[in-house]
């Protein structure tokens, strides 16, 4: 009997470098008209890669036309020893404790752990629409908060030096 083992999804490694360039870049999508779901530097993917890497959009577009498909095709083909552009723009944002499963869900709205705290997600979020796309980010990046502050442990007052307690 063959048994299957689920492997739990981790979602982002929460750092407050990572949670500051999330929650900017949802501020930066509410405050301009930048965003084109279909360019690859102003798309979901595109505007968290400017804020994390510092490229323009249209850097971010050039690059990903040296390869073929969009940011999920390129995640999907992503190969970190390539030496193309694109692929070092994904290790950039990897390098800041995203995953490529993080920058898939981002570009389709579509990771359910982050959808589950949206009130009213059930009736839908598109990817494409950028108030949806602004409402997810902020969603991510509070998750992200709260698994940041589940991993910060303080020492116990109890435990602390007498002059820290007065």
């Not at 279909?38 to 990903?64: D, F, V, W, Y």
């Not at 009213?120 to 991510?140: C, I, P, T």
């Amino acid at each position: 009997m063959q048994q299957l083992y689920l492997k739990k999804r981790f979602m982002a490694k929460p750092t407050v470098t990572l949670i500051e360039a999330i929650r900017q870049t949802a501020r930066n999508l509410e405050l301009n008209d930048s965003y084109q779901w279909g360019h690859m530097g102003s798309c979901n993917c595109g505007h968290l890669a400017q804020q994390l890497t510092r490229l323009s959009g249209k850097e971010i577009h050039t690059r990903a036309m040296e390869k073929h498909g969009d940011w999920s095709e390129q995640l999907n083909d992503y190969c970190p020893d390539s030496g193309l552009l694109m692929d070092d723009l994904i290790s950039a944002m990897l390098e800041c404790g995203l995953d490529t499963r993080d920058l898939a869900h981002l570009e389709r709205l579509s990771d359910q752990e982050v959808l589950r705290t949206i009130p009213g997600y059930e009736k839908g979020l598109h990817h494409n629409v950028k108030s949806d796309v602004v409402r997810y980010m902020k969603a991510w990046a509070s998750l992200l908060e709260d698994k940041l502050s589940e991993n910060i442990k303080l020492p116990s007052l109890e435990s602390a030096p007498a002059e820290l307690t007065r």
